[in-house]
């Protein structure tokens, strides 16, 4: 009967080692699609405001939309020129995912 609890124990120590990985991976894709959001919404925002993508719309206000696109939140916007940026918000396990990116034309150096 020994062998019966090392058994049971060893499952147990399994199930709660993919437990814990299979979080920490979900954790991970989520701050991938953070930071995907992030880079779109930064993009687009930079293009509008460089004229490369013509557009009546603010940047920051397509930069809203791309974010929410992807389940995202915009923390914030800011357009200096031509360069963008972007904070956005996701949302995990009642906590908050957080990513910045910026994004712009290359620079003259």
Known sequence: MAGTGLTVG??????????GVSAAGAAFVTAQQASAAADAAALAASDIASGALPSTRAPC????????????????????????????????????????????????S
């Open 10 to 19: 060893v499952i147990a120590t399994l199930g709660v080692l993919t437990v």
């Open 61 to 108: 206000d397509v930069a809203r939309e791309l974010a929410e696109v992807h389940a995202a939140s915009l923390i914030s916007c800011e357009v200096v020129g031509s360069i963008a940026t972007i904070t956005v918000s996701k949302p995990y396990a009642g906590l908050s995912v957080t990513s910045r990116a910026r994004a712009g034309p290359p620079s003259s």
